[in-house]
């Protein structure tokens, strides 16, 4: 079942040169004419995840309900903020653009298999204007949270935000 998928920049232009991958569905990429990437998927009635990445830019998730026929969609990926470079071992307190900022206490970065993270380290504080009608897409997610059982409310409730930051740490190109 054919699916087209169309990545594009804050602006609106469509990128190129970066991979899609998911863990709960079989993709195949079947052709890539920018700005749209053709996919071949098993339809099934599940809800799928898709994962798209490009070297410099945050990773654009794509969420479905199922998917049963033919689908077409369009997601932004949100250049990677610089990145700001500090020792491990002494922590500190850094801002990124926007005022975005973050405490490190020293010594509390873990690697992924849960050692102790000494040394330099990349941090990167990317802000996400969820209100700009490209840039917003490429926020992963909606902005509706689910009452509890108990509230007599509709089910979904539209959640308001300051802002939105995507805060990432890595050493050597691992994710911390």
Known sequence: MPLSLAVVDKNGVPIDG???TSSSMDI???ENKPPLMALSVIPH???SLLRIRKQGYLDGLVFFEGIQGPHSHQTT???RAPPITFDAGLGGQFFGPL???VEIPPGSLRKPDGSAVTGPVELYITPID???P???DGFPGSFYGVQNADEEQEDHQLLFTYGVANITFEQEGVEL
Do not use: P, W
């Open 28 to 30: 195949k990429q079947t």
């Open 130 to 132: 969820t209100s700009h």
């Open 134 to 136: 490209i840039v917003g």
């Open 45 to 47: 009635s599940n809800d």
């Open 77 to 79: 990926l949100i250049e």
């Open 99 to 101: 005022g975005t900022g």
């Open 18 to 20: 970066y991979s899609v």
